[in-house]
């Protein structure tokens, strides 16, 4: 008997066919799971859940065409019933966080047991929430924290482009603020075009000073308004 009375359908997202094949072999003998679907990028995430009333997905946290913690957004906006467990190899606490800001149940690592990694989704399937024994306390310390309002311009950015621009007016190239955020270099390099439309400043030095002026810079990270 599962959990309801009812089965899970279950969306794998990651770009490499193995993990997507090995996890949904692993899946298919579990008597809680209903169908398993696969996606590769972002795009193919949303609309799979959206077209297969996906229950639970396993979501990659680096994707070719955005991350996981977008894709997660997204796949709530169009289909609020789903729940998300992210699966990353980081436990960068900065990317916990803003994956359960995006409305993730749960964030484990992908070298987690297998049996583990079954019973973390069925778990975050039927509502529950998990965290996998790497994530410290403080990332529950930080959601509990109030979240402050940012003053114009910079409340016009997402969650992303608050967060791109915090770690560019600390002075880290594209290149380092992909690694560290695991998306490509040219989704930053669009991102940084984009926030400084929304700032109204022509270069990387006009809005690390405009940061700088408004005494900002702790704040950026939070979550979009």
Request: hydrophobic fraction near 45%.
């Amino acid at each position: 008997m599962t959990e309801r009375g009812m089965e899970a359908r279950v969306l794998v997202v990651d770009d490499h066919p193995i993990v997507r094949r090995g996890l949904r072999t692993l899946l298919a003998a579990e008597s809680w799971v209903d169908s398993v679907v696969e996606a590769a990028t972002m795009a193919e995430a949303v609309a799979r859940a959206v077209e297969h009333r996906i229950t639970v997905a396993a979501m990659d946290v680096a994707l070719p065409d955005g991350d996981g913690i977008e894709a997660t957004r997204r796949i709530l906006r169009a289909r609020p019933g789903t729940n998300v467990l992210m699966l990353s190899m980081t436990d960068d606490e900065e990317v916990v966080i803003r994956a359960l800001r995006a409305g993730a149940h749960g964030y484990v690592r992908k070298d987690i047991p297998p049996e583990q990694l079954c019973d973390a989704l069925r778990t975050v399937a039927f509502g529950g929430v998990v965290l996998g024994p790497e994530i410290g306390t403080g990332v529950l310390a930080t959601l509990r924290r109030p979240v402050a309002t940012l003053p114009p311009p910079f409340d016009r950015l997402s969650a992303r482009e608050r967060e791109i621009l915090a770690h560019l007016a600390a002075g880290e190239s594209n290149a380092s603020i992909a690694k560290r955020l695991g998306i490509s270099e040219k989704t930053v390099r669009n991102q940084v075009s984009v926030v400084f439309t929304k700032l109204g400043v022509p270069d990387r030095v006009k809005a690390a000073l405009l940061v700088r002026d408004a005494g900002v810079l702790p704040d950026l990270a939070g979550p979009a308004t």
